[in-house]
């Protein structure tokens, strides 16, 4: 079992920039492949980003690659997303996840995660 709390979401304004985190607790923080998904009003939950134990290896959404930037600190346990050049669509509710699978084809599938934090809003607006 792992708990994950996100932290980080905001207001920020096109073209800005926020770094997210989620701090896992429970069980060892390196055992788990993770991943960052949002889901906007009246959409799906879809993947952003993921990344593998040891960091080796990421996935990122089509519309969030070359802007946003998925992260890990095993040693501090905590997961990150550092944001750039946000958009109004990337207004949603960001939730981080963990996944026990140590597969590199199951990074990008929502439903091969386990645990899920209670998300952050992130809202780009002017």
């Known amino acids: 079992q792992v708990q994950l709390v996100e932290s980080g979401g905001g207001l920020v304004q096109p073209g800005g920039s926020l770094r997210l985190s989620c701090a896992a607790s429970?069980?060892?923080?390196?055992?788990?492949?993770m991943g960052w998904f949002r889901q906007a009003p009246g959409k799906e939950r879809e993947i952003v980003a993921a990344?593998?134990?040891?960091?080796?290896?990421?996935y990122y959404a089509d519309s969030v690659k070359d802007r946003f930037t998925i992260s890990r600190d095993n040693a501090k346990n905590t997961l990150y997303l550092q944001m750039n050049s946000l958009k109004p669509d990337d207004t949603a509710v960001y939730y981080c996840?963990?996944?026990?699978?140590?597969?590199?084809?199951?990074?990008?599938?929502?439903?091969?995660?386990?645990?899920w934090g209670q998300g952050t809003q992130v809202t780009v607006s002017s």
């Open positions: 990344i593998s134990r040891s960091g080796g290896s990421t």
């Open positions: 996840a963990a996944q026990v699978r140590n597969s590199a084809y199951m990074l990008s599938r929502r439903f091969e995660y386990d645990s």
């Open positions: 429970g069980r060892t923080f390196s055992s788990y492949s």
